[in-house]
């Protein structure tokens, strides 16, 4: 087991306990259900990404072994080289994050995750095969491009499922603190806007990592309320549409 998929183990635990104590939505369904639900996704999803995971390794030595990459060109400096490919690669998820809802292709296998009528920790693992086949291809070119090391895409993907674990979470959490967060990371409150059922609503707040990015490029969006926000997508958010043969086929669908 990866140092990350240990963190995300942990850091998953404690929110979905802290959720069910402290919760922001008090849901009438059934959160254990809909966890599994959510689960039996990710194990898919998970799967091919652990198959894929040496094309990412062969991405990390290619570069190493050619000299090439940003950080490879300023290995002088590795604080700055890993303070800097950490920073791009989370510009990277933001554009890769916002392509999905943009193009109309991508679209069909990311709506599987805005699909969730509800919100929680779970939520954030809730990705389509197809979603992952095409982000991890892209992400080997990203690699090379940065030179990145394992390390440094260790101590990345690492904050990475903690935080989107954090802001997909069904967790109360104090205004004061929320809006402190907000300056600089994705705290749930944003994030709950970018899974409102609302299309203005949803292509808004694309940040994996950092809530800046956002500000950056005029996708920035906040509300006044936040209890009111109804999550999914019209056709797509019924029970009968919450299978995991109708989530693994929700791409052949009509958008």
Not at 134 to 148: D, H, Q, R, V
Not at 210 to 217: K, P, Q
Request: hydrophobic share 45%; net charge positive.
């Amino acid at each position: 087991m990866t140092i990350d998929t240990l963190i995300g183990l942990i850091v998953l635990t404690a929110l979905f306990a802290l959720e069910g104590a402290l919760p922001f939505y008090h849901n009438d369904g059934n959160r254990y259900r809909h966890a599994l639900r959510n689960l039996v996704l990710a194990g898919a999803a998970g799967a091919l990404g652990a198959l894929m995971a040496p094309l990412l390794l062969f991405s990390i030595r290619f570069a190493a072994e050619h000299n090439i990459g940003l950080c490879h060109r300023i290995d002088s400096q590795p604080i700055f080289c890993a303070v800097l490919a950490f920073i791009l690669f989370d510009l990277w998820m933001y554009a890769w994050h916002r392509a999905n809802h943009e193009v109309g292709f991508l679209w069909r296998f990311h709506r599987v995750h805005h699909s969730d009528p509800a919100m929680d920790s779970t939520t954030a693992l809730r990705f389509h095969p197809g979603e992952i086949l095409f982000s991890t291809l892209l992400n080997c070119l990203i690699l090379i491009l940065l030179g990145m090391s394992l390390s440094m895409l260790i101590f990345y993907k690492s904050a990475m499922i903690a935080v989107i674990l954090f802001h997909h979470s069904n967790l109360r959490v104090a205004d004061g603190l929320d809006r402190r967060l907000r300056r600089i990371i994705v705290p749930p409150s944003l994030h709950r806007v970018h899974h409102s059922h609302l299309t203005d609503e949803t292509n808004s707040n694309y940040g994996t990592l950092f809530s800046f990015w956002d500000r950056l490029f005029g996708t920035y969006r906040t509300r006044r309320r936040y209890d009111d926000i109804q999550f999914g997508i019209g056709a797509y958010q019924g029970p009968d549409s919450q299978g995991p043969m109708k989530l693994l086929t929700l791409p052949l669908r009509p958008l």
